[in-house]
């Protein structure tokens, strides 16, 4: 019998980066009976709007002519419909683009991922934020990279030292600016121009990750990097931002539709890649993106933000009822996430192991989050699923847990 197991002579070395997503393996909880779950940040199904995808899907199989192009190959750039729709998308957040100027992705992890395969060469640097997405963190670790944090002490002069010292350069700055996964911070103005000012200093690529971007529920607006990056430079095509944005958080997860937009000389690049990885995105559910999009997008947006924002709104309440001396918790503006850091000593993932069992609670410990895998105290709650009544009764039965896990500490 073959050798198959974790070490077996013709794996590529880089395998070994290649690990299981703790978030997915705590989804396989959420069939258990009882069981109060803020861990997966997904949407929350009872937004989904059912009848405009069947009409969409109908419409896409019937119609005269074009019912077999919906269900043949496509171009790997992408539904030119749908490119046309999210250039007029773009545009409105202040980035000037045109259709050639996106490609359609299997959702924006996908752009992630091949994003680390054009420009990641093994030991190069990539600059993020700690804690940071960890979709993020598995997508660029197959490249092999090693990671630096923005903010903070982190001033252009070191991140150049640290990289020049293992033998590298910094080739990319990645960042949620917007509602974080998973801290639900969002950059400030200044801090966007800075990301500008670090990158242009190191010459090095920015990763706009903007699938939380629509999500805002207090405040206004801030102009994307891609925004910024455009009115310092003139245009799209002299920019170094690549905006990764996606239909999961707003529309549907489930049809993996996003994108990336950026110059075209690096759309190219990527294009090229997905030709490689899948030849092109599913015809019929761009299709039928671009029909729901095109009629219901601003709607479900708005259902959306009255839904999570009452979430959040009772979670950030039932933290101030039940937190223990401490605990502090971020108060996002938008987003589906509410980092809470554990009084000092409290181990997220064996408290995770309590809550479950003691509870029937879940949630994502932080260490997940950090490319070094501290954050030990720190845990992500999600808001998006559990109704107002089933959160304040997690937060309640959270809370319990960890002022019993106390003790062990002394």
Same mark, same amino acid.
């Given at each position: 019998?073959?050798?198959?197991?974790?070490?077996?002579?013709?794996?590529?070395?880089?395998?070994?980066?290649?690990?299981?997503?703790?978030?997915?393996?705590?989804?396989?909880?959420?069939?258990?009976?009882?069981?109060?779950?803020?861990?997966?940040?997904?949407?929350?199904?009872?937004?989904?709007?059912?009848?405009? =995808?069947?009409?969409?899907?109908?419409?896409?199989?019937?119609?005269?002519?074009?019912?077999?192009?919906?269900?043949?190959?496509?171009?790997?750039?992408?539904?030119?419909?749908? %490119?046309?729709?999210?250039?007029?998308?773009?545009?409105?957040?202040?980035? %000037?683009?045109? /259709?050639?100027?996106?490609?359609?992705?299997?959702?924006?992890?996908?752009?992630?991922?091949?994003?680390?395969?054009? =420009?990641?060469?093994?030991?190069?640097?990539?600059?993020?934020?700690?804690?940071?997405?960890?979709?993020?963190?598995?997508? =660029?670790?197959?490249?092999?990279?090693?990671?630096?944090?923005?903010?903070?002490?982190?001033?252009?002069?070191?991140? $150049?030292?640290?990289?020049?010292?293992?033998?590298?350069?910094?080739?990319?700055?990645?960042?949620?600016?917007?509602?974080?996964?998973?801290?639900?911070?969002?950059?400030?103005?200044?801090? $966007?121009?800075?990301?500008?000012?670090?990158?242009?200093?190191?010459?090095?690529?920015?990763?706009?990750?903007?699938?939380?971007?629509?999500? %805002?529920?207090?405040?206004?607006?801030?102009?994307?990097?891609?925004?910024?990056?455009?009115?310092?430079?003139?245009?799209?095509?002299?920019? $170094?931002?690549?905006?990764?944005?996606?239909?999961?958080?707003?529309?549907?997860?489930?049809?993996?539709?996003?994108?990336?937009?950026?110059? #075209?000389?690096?759309?190219? $690049?990527?294009?090229?890649? #997905?030709?490689?990885?899948?030849?092109?995105?599913?015809?019929?559910?761009?299709?039928?993106?671009?029909?729901?999009?095109?009629?219901?997008?601003?709607?479900?947006?708005?259902?959306?933000?009255?839904?999570? %924002?009452?979430?959040?709104?009772?979670?950030?309440?039932?933290?101030?009822?039940?937190?223990?001396?401490?605990?502090?918790?971020?108060?996002?503006?938008?987003?589906?996430?509410?980092?809470?850091?554990?009084?000092?000593?409290?181990?997220?993932?064996?408290?995770?192991?309590?809550?479950?069992?003691?509870?029937?609670?879940?949630?994502? /410990?932080?260490?997940?989050? =950090?490319?070094?895998?501290?954050?030990?105290?720190?845990?992500?709650?999600?808001?998006?699923?559990?109704?107002?009544?089933?959160?304040?009764?997690?937060?309640?039965?959270?809370?319990?847990?960890?002022?019993?896990?106390?003790?062990?500490?002394?």
């Amino acid at each position: 019998m073959p050798d198959i197991s974790p070490t077996a002579p013709w794996l590529a070395q880089r395998s070994s980066r290649m690990t299981a997503s703790e978030i997915r393996e705590l989804l396989k909880l959420l069939d258990r009976p009882g069981l109060i779950s803020f861990a997966g940040g997904i949407p929350n199904p009872a937004l989904f709007d059912m009848n405009a =995808f069947h009409r969409a899907y109908a419409s896409a199989l019937g119609q005269p002519g074009g019912g077999p192009a919906s269900l043949q190959y496509s171009a790997s750039e992408g539904y030119m419909p749908l %490119r046309m729709w999210i250039a007029d998308h773009m545009a409105a957040k202040g980035v %000037r683009c045109e /259709p050639e100027n996106i490609l359609i992705t299997c959702g924006s992890q996908q752009g992630l991922d091949f994003i680390g395969k054009l =420009f990641l060469d093994p030991g190069d640097t990539v600059v993020t934020a700690a804690p940071t997405y960890l979709g993020a963190l598995q997508a =660029f670790n197959t490249y092999e990279p090693r990671y630096d944090t923005f903010g903070g002490n982190g001033t252009v002069g070191l991140l $150049r030292a640290n990289a020049e010292a293992h033998g590298s350069r910094v080739k990319l700055l990645y960042l949620v600016p917007d509602f974080a996964n998973p801290s639900g911070a969002t950059l400030d103005l200044s801090s $966007r121009e800075r990301a500008l000012d670090m990158a242009g200093e190191l010459g090095c690529l920015i990763v706009e990750d903007a699938a939380y971007t629509a999500l %805002r529920y207090d405040g206004e607006d801030l102009p994307p990097i891609a925004a910024l990056d455009q009115r310092r430079c003139g245009s799209i095509e002299e920019s $170094r931002t690549l905006y990764c944005g996606t239909f999961s958080k707003t529309l549907s997860p489930g049809l993996r539709v996003g994108w990336v937009c950026g110059p #075209k000389h690096l759309l190219h $690049r990527l294009t090229l890649a #997905k030709q490689a990885a899948d030849l092109h995105s599913a015809t019929i559910n761009q299709i039928a993106m671009h029909e729901v999009a095109l009629t219901r997008f601003d709607d479900q947006v708005a259902m959306a933000r009255a839904c999570y %924002r009452e979430r959040r709104d009772a979670m950030l309440a039932a933290l101030a009822r039940h937190a223990t001396d401490g605990m502090e918790w971020t108060k996002p503006e938008g987003g589906l996430f509410v980092w809470v850091t554990l009084p000092d000593g409290v181990d997220g993932r064996r408290l995770l192991e309590r809550a479950v069992a003691e509870e029937n609670v879940a949630f994502v /410990p932080g260490q997940a989050f =950090f490319p070094d895998r501290s954050g030990i105290n720190t845990i992500r709650l999600s808001f998006s699923l559990p109704d107002p009544h089933r959160i304040e009764e997690g937060i309640a039965r959270l809370c319990k847990v960890i002022r019993a896990d106390l003790p062990t500490r002394q």
